[in-house]
Structure formats: structure tokens, C-alpha cells
């Protein structure tokens, strides 16, 4: 019900301004004397925008908003709805206030207790008008019927209610014909239904106070085009006898009414004033005003065009792009004496540092910070030795005369900034907003090692495993082999820049003779003739090309995951079953398994990796399994101890492997973390000798915030 | 004993009575439909409601009128001089006779009215 009360203000709101400009087009148009269903007309427009739901948005809407009140969807904000006017100031006016009223009573929803009020208000007035019609039927059930029209002892003017035309018995016989002529005209215009439609509309919207002034308008605009018409019908030359009997039948009736449509009852004055100097009105301004008309519903029945978003937050997790500066926190160097606290190098993880922008990240690839905008200071040499003054340890001046400090703003709500103290073009120090608390900056080495094969050219003696041997250091510009073992550096290579994928995927494929798909969004760095750097929807892989004689070819292709170090290795508890003799099981995971894609793509051996994070899917998958597969007893046995209280901080993974012999172990010996991915490495613990194939199904527990983030699973054999 | 008011909605029934007397309420009500537009229910309410003035009598599902139309036009006209004349007959004659030309016919005819009204004690 608050929803609907809202949608309501909203479009109340906007048809606010569309009666505020009829009116000022009625005042300007006055002297026109325009045929009254012009202004039907525009009150029509008004109905509309009350009424239809969806409006097309387009430039030319002159409406200042789209939707006055918006509910909050930030959980920082107290106040259940933001007030967008479309006028700035009103807005900074209105925001705060509100804001206050919700701090103060937080336990009172004033969204909810507007609708009540607005649902008991728009109730009463559809009661009132209901009673009113309801008591006026019963006064007229002794209507004779006569001639066309009832006549009633029990009432004193003129009306139309449905369809009849209800005459009192005093009527004098003059006035009885342009009465009747009248209300015949109220009947065919359609006026016994548009009103009491307009009053539906009045109760629903009863709290925009404009609309109510619409109402009474339109009820005057209503009774003129009517004695317009009749005067149409009826010749101009009764003009004044049709004026005399309005001015005889003229009560002082109340205005407001749904229903019934009298004939004295509105404006008297006003209406024979505007008989008496009726005339039928050029054709040009009929032209002019339906123009006008119709630019008004262009005006003010469509929506401003809301722009995108600029406070969308990306993606907050480290992509693999490598941009010009990436920074990691080495340690604190120092800090303001008076700090209470002790500053944590190691809440840090990497940071994103450019001349106009500021990113930093926890460890785990968390978003801490996102700047917006950015501001400089000159510090000089004076400044800093004051500063010195006041720290821990003083820091290490550099030579140059002056630093230049950037203030990083972040958005809304906080506000916060951080300060990044450059040397020229180089960033030394980072401290948050103004605290004396000085980190070290250095540049970031993003580490890579490879983490499958997933191409290996066949004439290759070398066995395709996940493990290549080196490490990757991304280092800013440059890219730095290293020995996986040993450290050593084995290659360097400088000023990589990453481009356009240089191949169509057919070419891809010619270069190869597996068919590796390549993902939609692809980048390409090459680092030498021999190897390149591809990424492909996120993934990174490193290409080992050849370019010879007779064509070019790939020779190896390993997908690489970030091995940070922090993020790098979980911890894990298995348990492992010889779950039968046959390949059944491991068909089972296949076909159930997360990683199904991967099964068949590449040289290495991907095993069926099942993710079970509830414990009614547990139940459910070993249902499932027991029914196809059979199995021991004692094989169901072990999982009854994953119970819910068990996935709530864990997760659980089955991985399937088909033994050749019935005598081999094997274990789950790694689970590494990395770029949205666990992956599992799974080796043979030992040989058997004999010649049945064996299923062995492991079990893999690991805690649920070691795999947050990720979004990929895997398991490979080693 | 003055005569009971009757509304106007109220006459054009009595003249439906007047005219079909006595009358069964059934039947009395299918007339009041055909000829007022009336439901048989408003019907029934406006004879209770007569019957309480004393204008009818409705005994055994059988309607009669206690008043006559001529006595009902007399009260109604006693009310207008009463009203508009300051209770003064010949006035109202007057001004009736102001208005229209009698013709020859009418004026004897009441011309004889008048002498029978003299007759009268």
C-alpha cells in the first residue's frame, strides 16, 4: 500500500505542473473566448497523466522530475524515501529535513502513516458521495415519469442523474424547454459519466490541493460547453431567453458534488456573461488552441530522460588489465605521535593510483575505496619539517624543494578522502584524509603462475601439467620470468602494452590443432616474438608462439591465476571413498558437476568438481545418487554429518575420479584460491596393480570465507 | 377538518385511483408502473404513506379513496387564494378573468354555477 500511495504522489506531482500551466494558459487566452471543449480537452490531458502508468520519456518533457519521491535503497540513509523535485535547492532543503524527522522517531515509518492518512481521506470522500447518491435515489423513487423526464415534488432544480432528466414540479413552463434542451446536451456530451470519473480521480488524489481547483474548473468548464451547444442546436436568436431561464432556476448549490449535474448550479453569472458573448470562433484559433494542445501532451505526458547513474559502482574485483600505476602498501613509516591507534599496513591489498584517480583494495580483492574526485596541494619544503615534528620517527625528505599532496574525495556518504604525497610524478606516501599516518608506497609486482595446460602442441615429449615451471611478476610496465622453484629470474620484458587481439578465431584455430574458444572481451600483449599475454574474458593466459618458415603456429597455451600469496592457498579437510568399480560415479559428477565445460576442453585432465552449499541439496543429491548409482551403506553414512549447522560456515565439494586400477589412492593435496577461482589439485597417492577400474569420490570441506568471492571451480589431476 | 395535503408525485396517483376505484393493490401497482414509471415497492410505500394521512383506505388488498379529486381541487384552490388573493375569491376571479377571454359558453355556464351556488344554504 505505501508502494501504490507513492506512485501516487509521484504522478500527482508531475500533473501538478500540467495544471499549473492550463491555468496559465486560460489566463492568457481569456480574451480568445475559446469554445469551451477546448478546455475539456486539456482537463483530459490532466486525466491521463493521472491515470496511465507509463509514460515515454523524451527531451522535450518540461516536466522538472521523473518521480518525486524515491524510495532509498541505500541502507545508510534513515529516511525511507528521497525527495528528487528536480530543483536543487528544494531538494537540499527538503533531503536533511526529512532525514531529521526519521532520525528523530526511527521507529515510525512516516511513508506508511501518509498512506493510511491518504487511504481513510480517499475513502471518506467515495463514502460521502456514495451516501449522498444513495439518499438522493430514494428521494426520487415517487418521479412520475412524463414526457421524457421526471418530475419530483423533492426537488427544487433541475438535474440530469444517469440518464434521466429529473424536472421539479414548479418548473415554470417557459423555462422548461431550455432546461431540458440543456440536460439533453449534458447526456450526449457524456458529461454524467465524466463527471463522477472525475471525482473517482479528485478522491484518489485528494491531497494535491491543485487538482481539486482542476475539479472545480472542470465542472464550470463542463456547464458552459453545454449551454454552448445548446445554443449551437438551438439558434442564436434564444440567446436571451435561454439566459432568463438560467438566471430563474439559479441556486446557491454547493459546487463540490460528484453527481447530480444541476442546471443552476454553477456560476451563474459567469456563464450567462459568457453566453451573451459567444460566438462561434474562427478556424484558425480552433487550430491554434488544438496545437497548443497538443504540444502540451508532448510538454507534460512524458517523462524527463533520467541520465545513467554516474554513482554506479563497478565491478569492485582486481580485473587483470595492467594500468599505469599499481601500488601495494609496504609499511607504515610513520605516524602522528597523539595517535591512539596504530596504523595496519596489511589491511591493504593492492591500490590503483593515476593523476586523477584513487583505488584501493583489501587483500581479498575487496573494494575499500573509489575516489571521485581529485584535488592538489603544494606542500613545501617548510611544510613537511613541520610535520616531521609531530611523528613517530621523522620521514625521509626527499631532495626536490616541494611535494605535491593529492586529495582523493570519495563519494557519498562518507566523504572521505585520502592523501597520496607525490615526487614529481612518482607517489611516495599514502595517508588517509588528514591523520599524520605516513604509509610507503611501492609498485606492485602481481605475481602469475599457470594453473592448467590448456594447449600443448603434440609433438611436444613434454607431459601437458598444469605446472610450467615459471613465475610471472607483473611490475608496472614490465614482465619478469621467474624460475617457479627457485626464484631466479629468467626473463625480462619491458614496456608490454596491452592492444587489439590480432587474430579472427579461425585463424585462432588454424594455429592450433584443438579447438581453444576464445571469450567475447580479448586483449593482447606481446612480450617477445616468441611469447604473448592473452586475456580472455578475464582470463589470462600465456602463449608460447612460433613464427616459422612454413606458417606460424602456437606451440603451448596456460591459463595463469594470480598467486598472491595471502589469497593463494585454503585450507581444506577431505575425506576419500573408493566408491565402486566402475565409471558410474564419475558419469554421475559429470554430468552434475560445476565444471562441466572444462571436462573435455583441454590436455590436462579436469575431474568433476559437484558444489554443495545446503544441506536439502546434500539430502536430495545423495537421494538422487543412491537411486542410480546404489552404493554402500557407509559411503551415505559419512555425509550425515554435514548437517546445517555445518553449512553455515561451510562449503562442501564431491570430486569424482575414475581409477584404472582398483589399488590407487588419491587425494585432494592442494586448493588454491585466485581471480574468482578455486582450484583443487588432486594426485595419485598411490599405485595399485590391479587391472579394475575404480571410482573414488572425494569429499572436500572448506570454510566459506576462504571461497567468498569465487565464482569458478575446478579440480585437476596432477 | 381540513383536507389532507397531497404532494404533486402524490396527485398523478390519486388521479390513477380516481379513475380506476376501487382497485386491487396489485393491480393498482402494475397501473403505477405502466403510467408513473414507478416500482411496485415505491407503489406500495405511497399507499401506506396516503393511508396514514387519510387520504385512502386500503382494507383487504383493496384500495379506495376517502377524498375526492373535487374536494382535493377545492382545497388546492382555497390554498391559492388563501396565498396570492389574501383569502379574497372574487380577486382571484378577477385576475383569472383578466387573463383570458371567456367565451359565450363559459360564461353561462358559470353564470349557472353561481346561481346554484346561491340555491345553497
Known sequence: MTAIFLELVNRSYAALWLVLAILLLRLLTRRLQLPRWIHMLAWGLVGLRLVLPDLPESTLSLQPSAAVLETADSMAASSPVTVTTGFATANSVINPAMEQIAQASP??????????????????????????????????????????????????????????????????????????????????RGDTLLKPLAWVLLSIYWFNPLLWAAYI??????????????????????????????????????????????????????????????????????????????????FFLTNPKVGADPTNDSDPVIDFSIPNYTYTVEELLAEDLRLSSIGD????GALLITDSSLTIYDPDGGLLFSSRECSQEELDRDDLEEINTLLTAPLDLPDSSSLTAYYYLGGEPDN???????????????????????????????????????YMSPASSQLPTPNNGVRYLFDGDSVIFLDRDTGAETALFENVVWGEFPWSQAEWNDMMLVNLPLGENLRFASLNDRWKLVESDGALWIVDYRDATGGSYIWSVYRLISDGGKAAAVAFAQTAFKAGGSDKLYQYGAARCENRGKL????????????????????????????????????????????EDFFAENELYLICVTAPSGGDRYEVTSAMVGSGELLM???????????DMADWLMAVEIAKSNVRDCGMWDAVLQ | MGTPKIFDSEYRFCLILWECEPVRSTELAKLCHERLGWSKATTYTVIKRLSER??????????????????????????????????????????????????????????RMIDDCEVKP
Not at chain 1, 612518482?426 to 602469475?448: D, I, K
Not at chain 1, 539430502?619 to 559411503?635: I, K, T, V
Not at chain 1, 589439485?681 to 587391472?691: L, N
Not at chain 2, 381541487?73 to 375569491?89: H, N, P, Y
Open chain 2, 54 to 111: 387519510g387520504v385512502l383506505k386500503n382494507e383487504d388488498a383493496v384500495v379506495t379513496s376517502l377524498v375526492s379529486r373535487e374536494e382535493v381541487q377545492a382545497s388546492e384552490i382555497d390554498e391559492l387564494v388563501e396565498r396570492s388573493f389574501d383569502g379574497s375569491m372574487p380577486a382571484f376571479i378577477a385576475a383569472f378573468t383578466k387573463r383570458r377571454d371567456l367565451s359565450a359558453d363559459e360564461i353561462a355556464e358559470i353564470r
Open chain 1, 416 to 454: 572521505v578522502y585520502w592523501t597520496v604525497y607525490f615526487d614529481g610524478d612518482r607517489p611516495l606516501w599514502l595517508a588517509q584524509g588528514r591523520t599524520l599516518r605516513f604509509y610507503s608506497l611501492a609498485r606492485a609486482r602481481m605475481s602469475y603462475v599457470s594453473a592448467e595446460c590448456l
Open chain 1, 600 to 643: 573435455s576442453m583441454s590436455m590436462a585432465q579436469h575431474l568433476p568438481v559437484m558444489r554443495i552449499t545446503r544441506a536439502e541439496s546434500l539430502a536430495g543429491q545423495l537421494e538422487d545418487l543412491r537411486e542410480r548409482y546404489g552404493g554402500s551403506d557407509s559411503l551415505y553414512e559419512h555425509f550425515e554429518r554435514y548437517d
Open chain 1, 217 to 298: 474548473l472542470l465542472s464550470r468548464d463542463m456547464e458552459l460547453a453545454c449551454d454552448q451547444r445548446v445554443l449551437r442546436e438551438l439558434g442564436e436568436g434564444c440567446r436571451r431567453a435561454y439566459s432568463t431561464s438560467l438566471l430563474s432556476c439559479s441556486v446557491r448549490r454547493q459546487t463540490l458534488a460528484a453527481c447530480p449535474l444541476a442546471f443552476g448550479e454553477v456560476s451563474v453569472k459567469q456563464r450567462i456573461a459568457s453566453l451573451l458573448h459567444y460566438k462561434k470562433p474562427a478556424l484558425w484559433v480552433i487550430a491554434a488552441a488544438l496545437f497548443i494542445c497538443a504540444l502540451l501532451a508532448v
Open chain 1, 107 to 188: 521507529s515510525i515509518d512516516w511513508t506508511w502513516v501518509a498512506s493510511v492518512v491518504w487511504l481513510i481521506g480517499g475513502a471518506l470522500m467515495l463514502l460521502w458521495s456514495i451516501v449522498g447518491y444513495i439518499r438522493l435515489r430514494i428521494r426520487l423513487r415517487d418521479a412520475v415519469r412524463d414526457d421524457g423526464v421526471w418530475l419530483s415534488d423533492r426537488i427544487d432544480t433541475p438535474f440530469v442523474l444517469g440518464r434521466r432528466i429529473y424536472l421539479p414540479f414548479s418548473l415554470a413552463d417557459a423555462d422548461r424547454h431550455y432546461v431540458i434542451a440543456h440536460e439533453r446536451a449534458h447526456i450526449r
Open chain 1, 345 to 348: 599496513p596489511s589491511m591493504f
Open chain 1, 681 to 691: 589439485t588432486v594426485t595419485k597417492t598411490q599405485d595399485g596393480d590391479t587391472c
